[in-house]
């Protein structure tokens, strides 16, 4: 009888380590993505892989070096719902703001379209909600209450609510994927070799450089925004 008991605890004792190792390295991705972004507010914990306190078991049971600090970073990630609506409007805002600022140059200073202006706004409001509510809608620990209420909802209305949540991702991308090319293969690539080539213009060549540079910037801003959803 005793040798049953003793593959349970050994089963025990690699388990544990090997679920503890898991949850500590899937808690270090958001801390990067936090680290690369330069969030300057507490993060929402709808983030982490697991929660705080089951986190925090693993780091203090592990033996990585810099675990003191790590705990410490813990306790950025806050639970309230405003924290998450606040993280969603930053998250959406940084490339909101860059994309509406090269519309507006580009149609004040370039005689472009004003409809890049109407571009860079919708994408702004379908990038806010299309990644709100569907942070909202997925968390596990369903602490928002959006989650119960959707689920009492009928079948059909549920199917049009997703269905409005997937216009505004595709409203969304598109107007994104729409600016970022005009920004990066137009304004950037095409205005080097025009600016070079064609008909040569330093400030040409400047705005051209300014242009990259700024679907540089963008570009990380759209891919933290999209990794979200």
């Known amino acids: 009888m005793s040798e049953p008991c003793d593959f349970g605890a050994q089963a ?3 388990t544990l380590p090997t679920r503890n190792e898991e949850i500590v390295a899937r808690y270090a991705e958001p801390l990067r993505e936090l680290g690369t972004l330069k969030y300057d507010r507490n993060a929402p914990d709808l983030l982490l892989p697991a ?3 089951e986190i925090r078991a693993a780091l203090s049971a592990s033996e990585i070096p810099g675990k003191e600090r790590l705990l410490q970073t813990l306790d950025a990630f806050d639970s309230r719902p405003s924290t998450l609506q606040l993280f969603c409007a930053r ?3 940084k490339p909101g703001v860059t994309a509406f600022a090269y519309a507006v140059a580009v149609t004040v200073a370039g005689g472009a379209s004003w409809k890049w202006v109407l571009s ?8 806010f909600f299309a990644t709100a509510p569907q942070l909202i809608l997925l968390d596990p620990l369903r602490r928002f209450g959006l989650s119960d ?3 009492r909802l009928g079948r059909v209305r549920r199917h049009m609510m997703w269905l409005g949540l997937a216009l505004a991702e595709m409203v969304s991308v598109g107007c994104w994927g729409a600016i970022w090319f005009r920004m990066v ?3 950037g690539f095409y205005g080097l070799y025009f600016s070079a080539f064609s008909q040569f ?3 040409g060549l400047a705005q051209a450089a300014l242009a990259l540079v700024m679907g540089w910037i963008f570009s990380k801003q759209f891919n933290a925004m999209f990794s979200s959803w």
């Not at 860079?120 to 990038?127: E, M």
């Open 12 to 14: 025990m004792e690699t």
């Open 51 to 53: 929660s705080k306190e």
């Open 91 to 93: 998250l959406v805002l």
């Open 120 to 127: 860079a706004a919708l994408a702004f409001i379908g990038g």
């Open 149 to 151: 209420r959707v689920d």
């Open 185 to 187: 293969i137009y304004s």
């Open 201 to 203: 213009s330093l400030l």
